[in-house]
């Protein structure tokens, strides 16, 4: 019990001598220009990561003839229960 009060006591002290600003860092000027710098650095990468999209975007890319139609890609060893083509395959049969 009196473990407890003298904790007490020394908590009211301590929190009297201790100054009631946090010093987080050394001045509220350098939290202003930090976070002001990286908001231009956010701005400036979305600004150019958009522009490399678009430009990326608007090129034109190769299209390939198809590959040729090698008779092993289609194997059927049996009919299939729906069809002889497969399940979401629709082919002209003459």
Request: net charge positive; glycine share 6%.
């Given at each position: 019990?009196?473990?407890?009060?003298?904790?007490?006591?020394?908590?009211?002290?301590?929190?009297?001598?201790?100054?009631?600003?946090?010093?987080?860092?050394?001045?509220?000027?350098?939290?202003?220009?930090?976070?002001?710098?990286w908001?231009?650095?956010?701005?400036?990468?979305?600004?150019?990561?958009?522009?490399?999209?678009a430009?990326?975007?608007?090129?034109?890319?190769?299209?390939?003839?198809?590959?040729?139609?090698?008779?092993?890609?289609?194997?059927?060893?049996?009919?299939?229960?729906?069809?002889?083509?497969?399940?979401?395959?629709?082919?002209?049969?003459?």
């Amino acid at each position: 019990m009196a473990s407890a009060a003298a904790r007490s006591g020394l908590r009211s002290l301590a929190a009297r001598a201790a100054p009631l600003r946090r010093r987080m860092s050394s001045s509220v000027h350098d939290d202003a220009y930090e976070t002001a710098k990286w908001e231009k650095i956010t701005y400036a990468g979305i600004v150019t990561c958009t522009l490399l999209a678009a430009y990326n975007l608007s090129k034109g890319h190769p299209h390939f003839d198809e590959p040729p139609a090698y008779p092993y890609l289609h194997i059927r060893n049996k009919e299939f229960p729906w069809g002889p083509d497969g399940l979401f395959e629709k082919k002209d049969h003459h």
